[in-house]
């Protein structure tokens, strides 16, 4: 017998002759028939292959998803980190004009600061100023033309009623909320713990959800007076969201606003923890003049005057409000009967006299920074000091922060 393979398929061969002379052949395959798989068995096929692409698909999709999420958050990053430098930019640029503002020297040496000088107003440096490919937005406020958190000695007989001009100036109109804010303020920073008939010291603050004691000091910061009974951040930053009106409410005169009942235009931007406790009078807002207990009247003079041109001394403010016909007195009743403060022409005068300046060292900035055909805006909120001299400044700064409400702008 021989073996032998042809074309892959096994043969034997006998060496007997078989019938008639021809040699008998045997084949035989290697291959194994199988019989042909039933209609579950390829089901289940199927559905191992369906499962194993949809794991596959997931796995996909969720990397895919993962990857855009990541770049995205990058690209997020590099606009967000280039509009916060760009918005820095800001406040340094208010910074040189702050230092190399002309400064307005009279005969006797006097030096003034006002709104009509360039670190105030200046478009040109502050307003859509293009750089590396973005743009910045500046505005400077100065901190010695508001009302200082922390009075000086010459106010302090005349705070409560410097206070509820300006809230009521701010839309709050309903007496006993701001009875209960100005109590409260002056019982959070004297040194006792009794409180006034309105206010509030240890007893009501640790009976709080969450408890805390009356500071019975200096406020710090602006939104620590949340932390006063009776404040609410509608009061403190206003809550008039439609941009529109909160626009014409600012623009115009206090005496002027028709503010309807629950509109709050917001009083952080006329207090200041960083002022000297002086006010300049060149800067000064109408809503500060008239919390100070000038009158409509008196405040619509002294407006027209310092546009005109900037009063260089106190004694120049004052006599420029001792001229005013009639003393302007028929004005504005700011506060109700029976309550104290400096409401007769000679007390007013008598306060001014001794808190009015014409000198400021301390100024809110506030940047905005955004890169070009992006919409994510970065905001820088600063307060800058300038303790230096004409031609010798010494700038340092005060406060920075990613909200610009902490620096009252």
Not at 198 to 210: C, Q
Not at 236 to 252: M, P
Request: glycine content about 8%; aromatic content about 8%; hydrophobic content about 40%.
């Amino acid at each position: 017998m021989k073996k032998c393979s042809v074309f892959s398929v096994q043969c034997s061969v006998s060496s007997r002759k078989g019938w008639r002379g021809i040699w008998a052949v045997q084949y035989s395959t290697p291959y194994t028939l199988h019989p042909t798989p039933s209609g579950d068995e390829r089901g289940l096929a199927l559905i191992v292959v369906l499962w194993i692409l949809t794991f596959l698909g997931v796995v996909f999709t969720t990397f895919t998803f993962s990857m855009r999420t990541e770049l995205a958050a990058a690209g997020n990053f590099r606009q967000e980190a280039e509009a916060y430098y760009l918005a820095e930019a800001g406040v340094y640029r208010a910074a040189a004009e702050i230092i190399n503002a002309d400064r307005n020297v009279v005969p006797d040496s006097t030096l003034y600061d006002a709104t009509t000088e360039r670190w105030h107003t200046n478009p040109a440096a502050y307003e859509n100023v293009a750089l590396g490919g973005g743009h910045y937005w500046v505005a400077v406020t100065d901190e010695e033309g508001k009302i200082p958190l922390n009075p000086p000695p010459a106010l302090i007989p005349h705070y409560d009623a410097i206070l509820r001009r300006l809230f009521s100036n701010a839309g709050v109109t309903d007496e006993k909320v701001v009875a209960t804010i100005v109590d409260s303020i002056q019982d959070w920073r004297d040194a006792d713990t009794l409180h006034r008939v309105n206010g509030a010291e240890d007893d009501y603050y640790l009976s709080r959800p969450t408890p805390y004691r009356s500071k019975n000091g200096d406020f710090t910061a602006i939104d620590e007076l949340l932390l006063v009974k009776g404040m609410t951040p509608e009061i403190l930053y206003g809550n008039v969201t439609n941009q529109q009106r909160r626009t014409e409410l600012q623009a115009q005169l206090p005496w002027e606003r028709d503010i309807k009942a629950g509109e709050y235009l917001g009083v952080a931007r006329y207090l200041s923890v960083f002022s000297s406790g002086r006010i300049n009078v060149n800067t000064a807002s109408p809503e500060i003049m008239m919390a100070l207990g000038l009158t409509a009247v008196e405040t619509k003079s002294v407006l027209d005057r310092r546009t005109a041109a900037a009063f260089k001394s106190p004694g120049e403010f004052t006599l420029h409000l001792t001229s005013i016909s009639g003393g302007g007195r028929q004005g504005f009743q700011m506060l109700p009967a029976g309550q104290t403060g400096a409401t007769s022409p000679g007390q007013v005068r008598a306060m001014l006299n001794q808190i009015a300046d014409v000198r400021s060292k301390s100024f809110a900035v506030r940047s905005s920074g955004r890169m070009e055909g992006s919409r994510l805006t970065v905001r820088i909120g600063a307060i800058l000091r300038n303790d230096g001299l004409a031609g010798r400044p010494k700038l340092s700064i005060q406060l920075w922060s990613l909200d610009p409400r902490q620096a009252g702008v």
